[in-house]
């Protein structure tokens, strides 16, 4: 019996069908004129984000000194000159997030007439060991991009962290001269305490073992440590949005309304700070923005 194309054409229609759906969509190129902002996908794509959630660098109270070493560095990164990847690591509500953000929108509001935008780009946690793919993507463009973890650290089992020092040495071809990573963390060292001691006490060479993990701060060439503030700097905090959105009140309620709020919540911070003006602004009736 002779098989003829006729009686395979049915069979190469299940192959070919097969294959497509076995083989990954195709990428579409992303327009990065879309936004100054992206969030890196669990699809391998850059969303764009039209509105950033930000708070102006002069809000920024109490963090002056890290305020103006990460403008700084990010500002001679966008000129094309040597900067370091940067670890904001510390107290939670400090402002670690917030400030990267509007260190972003400040560079790019100071940039000369014709110079390209700076790009933010932020990635998951869950989505670290797709940060190669994402610098690689990135190395033609001629944008200058930071590319942002928040709440950055790694618990035990967890070997994505080697992801991110491939990542941050840049392999054979080094990193991407257009790329800065920035990162925040409650930790200094990106692990957790008993993480770290684990690895002492189990390991046939703990001190090797040990340096292994913590050596991935050491990619970070800029630690930036925001600790909880005072209760003269959380006032300032409170006064400095008080007068930004123009809200009435009196002076003597105004404090003693604040530090009320952080003693039930037992924490002093920005985001302390800014949740107390949130609720005074609507039994005020006044509107935020």
């Not at 969303?47 to 001679?76: F, H, K, S, W, Y």
């Not at 007068?243 to 039930?264: C, I, N």
């Not at 107390?276 to 009736?285: S, T």
Request: aromatic content about 6%; charged content about 25%.
């Amino acid at each position: 019996m002779t098989t003829t194309l006729d009686d395979l054409m049915p069979l190469l229609e299940r192959i070919a069908t097969a294959l497509e759906r076995a083989a990954p969509p195709q990428r579409l190129p992303t327009d990065v004129s879309a936004a100054d902002a992206f969030v890196w996908g669990p699809d391998r794509r850059l969303q764009p984000v039209p509105q950033v959630n930000r708070v102006e660098m002069g809000l920024l109270t109490g963090i002056d000194r890290n305020r103006d070493i990460l403008a700084d560095n990010t500002a001679r990164f966008a000129k094309g000159l040597p900067a370091n990847n940067a670890l904001l690591w510390g107290a939670r509500g400090m402002g670690k997030s917030s400030l990267v953000k509007a260190v972003q929108a400040e560079v790019n509001a100071r940039r000369a007439a014709g110079d390209l935008p700076m790009k933010l780009v932020e990635i998951h946690r869950e989505d670290i060991e797709a940060l190669p793919d994402l610098m690689a993507l990135l190395r033609p463009d001629p944008h200058r991009w930071i590319v942002f973890c928040d709440d950055l650290s790694f618990d035990a089992d967890d070997t994505s962290y080697k992801s991110l020092k491939t990542a941050l040495d840049g392999g054979i071809e080094g990193r991407p001269g257009n790329v800065l990573f920035y990162a925040t963390s409650n930790r200094r060292h990106l692990l957790a305490r008993e993480m770290v001691e684990n690895e002492r006490s189990t390991a046939i060479n703990p001190g090797e073992a040990v340096e292994e993990k913590v050596s991935l701060s050491d990619r970070f060439g800029l630690w930036l440590g925001f600790h909880k503030c005072s209760q003269d700097e959380y006032l300032a905090m409170i006064r400095a949005y008080v007068d930004h959105y123009g809200l009435s009140v009196e002076p003597d309620r105004l404090r003693a309304e604040a530090l009320e709020w952080s003693t039930t919540r037992g924490s002093r911070s920005g985001r302390t700070a800014f949740q107390f003006i949130q609720d005074l602004a609507g039994r005020l009736g006044q509107r935020l923005g």
